[in-house]
């Protein structure tokens, strides 16, 4: 069963997309934080990484960045999800290491689309 570590400041949004990856026949990890999502995603070492990107703190832009360059955590590849739908958000996720880029509301044939795409590269 494939390990998504899922990085949202939103519980109500942690509990629709861990529906969502559940349902789908996915293993869920859930970081609120961006740090805590470095700690977890070195610890637990998912298949995916689902981050969200306005959270307080450290935002899912740098803590893609420092996932995308960590030795431990370089080749887990990253979807960022966000409510910012300008084209630039979506390259600038790409530039910090996001493989791809779903723009909120979640669809879950999209989720799940992109999910196992960048698992099974």
């Not at 996932?67 to 600038?92: F, N």
Request: net charge negative; proline share 5%; aromatic share 4%.
């Amino acid at each position: 069963m494939p390990r998504v570590l899922l990085v949202d400041d939103s519980p109500t949004d942690i509990a629709n997309l861990r529906k969502m990856l559940e349902k789908n026949g996915f293993d869920v990890v859930e970081a609120l934080t961006g740090e805590s999502a470095i700690e977890k995603a070195a610890a637990e070492k998912p298949d995916v990484i689902v981050m969200d990107v306005v959270m307080p703190g450290m935002n899912g832009f740098q803590a893609t960045r420092t996932l995308s360059r960590g030795a431990d955590t370089a080749s887990i590849p990253i979807v960022v999800i966000s409510s910012k739908s300008q084209e630039t958000d979506k390259l600038w996720a790409m530039r910090q290491g996001a493989r791809e880029y779903i723009v909120k509301p979640v669809k879950e044939s999209e989720l799940i689309s992109k999910v196992n795409g960048v698992i099974n590269g």
